[in-house]
C-alpha cells in the first residue's frame, strides 16, 4: 500500500486565499519531489528537497521538508485559478512512492 | 524535443484481448517507468526500468509485461485485458533511477469492458 499519505484530498479556495497541502510518511524519506497535473493533463515536476528541514519557494509556492525528513507541505498564497489541478508529493527511500494527491478547485 | 511519447492516446478493450502501450522518450534518459493512476489511488509504479537492459517489478505488476526495447523506448503489454485494468496509464522517464525528476507522457486512457 501506500506509504506516503497526503492531506487534504480535496481543496476548495476562495480566489486570493491561502492554503496548504501536507505529505506524511512513516518512513524517513532520503528526498521529496512535488508535482502538480493540471485537469486532464499530465504530472509536471515542480521541486524536489533534500535536506532536513529545507525551504524552496516559487513565486507564490512554498515548500517545506520537515526536520526528521518524514513530511512536507506545500504552502500556496494568494490562489488564483491557475493554481488549478492536483499536487503530488513522491517521496523517496529506496523507492519513490507518490502520495494520492490534492485536487485543489479554485472559486473566482 | 518531443520528451516522452505515449501511443495510443485512447483505447477500448473487451476483457480477454491483448494490447501493447508504447511509449518513447528523446532524452537521453536512462531510466523509465510505467504508472497507473486510479481516482482517490494516486499514481502506482507498475514495472521499471532502472537502464537499458533491466526490468523490475513495482508495486501493482499483476497482468502486465514490459519490454526494453532499447534506451528510447518502453512498452507495457496487457496479455489478458480486465475490467480492473481500467485506467489511465503514464510512461515517465528520468536520467537515472534515483533522485531525479521524472517527466511523464500524456497518458494513454483505457477502457476494458
Known amino acids: 500500500g501506500q506509504q506516503v499519505m497526503q492531506i487534504p484530498q480535496y481543496q476548495h479556495v476562495q480566489e486570493g486565499e491561502d492554503f496548504t497541502t501536507y505529505c506524511n510518511s512513516s518512513?524517513?524519506?532520503?528526498?521529496i519531489q512535488w508535482y502538480k497535473q493540471r485537469p486532464g493533463g499530465h504530472p509536471v515536476f515542480l521541486i524536489q528537497?533534500?535536506?532536513?528541514?529545507e525551504v524552496k519557494k516559487q513565486k507564490r509556492l512554498t515548500f517545506q521538508f520537515g526536520e526528521a525528513k518524514k513530511n512536507s507541505s506545500l504552502h500556496i498564497t494568494a490562489t488564483q485559478t491557475t493554481d488549478v489541478g492536483t499536487y503530488f508529493c513522491a517521496g523517496r527511500w529506496y523507492k519513490l512512492s507518490f502520495g494520492a494527491g490534492t485536487t485543489v478547485t479554485v472559486r473566482a | 524535443n518531443a520528451g516522452v511519447t505515449q501511443t495510443p492516446k485512447f483505447q477500448v478493450l473487451k476483457t480477454g484481448q491483448s494490447m501493447t502501450l508504447q511509449c518513447a522518450q528523446d532524452?537521453?534518459?536512462?531510466?523509465m517507468y510505467w504508472y497507473r493512476q486510479d481516482p482517490g489511488m494516486g499514481l502506482r509504479l507498475i514495472y521499471y526500468?532502472?537502464?537499458?537492459?533491466?526490468?523490475d517489478k513495482g508495486e501493482v505488476p499483476n497482468g502486465y509485461n514490459v519490454s526494453r526495447l532499447n534506451k528510447r523506448e518502453f512498452s507495457l503489454r496487457l496479455e489478458s485485458a480486465a475490467p480492473s485494468q481500467t485506467s489511465v496509464y503514464f510512461c515517465?522517464?528520468?536520467?537515472?533511477?534515483?533522485?531525479?525528476?521524472?517527466?511523464f507522457g500524456p497518458g494513454t486512457r483505457l477502457t476494458v469492458t
Open positions: 518512513t524517513t524519506l532520503s528526498n
Open positions: 532524452m537521453n534518459h536512462n531510466s
Open positions: 515517465a522517464s528520468s536520467e537515472r533511477a534515483s533522485s531525479y525528476e521524472q517527466y
Open positions: 528537497l533534500v535536506k532536513s528541514g
Open positions: 526500468s532502472a537502464s537499458e537492459g533491466t526490468t
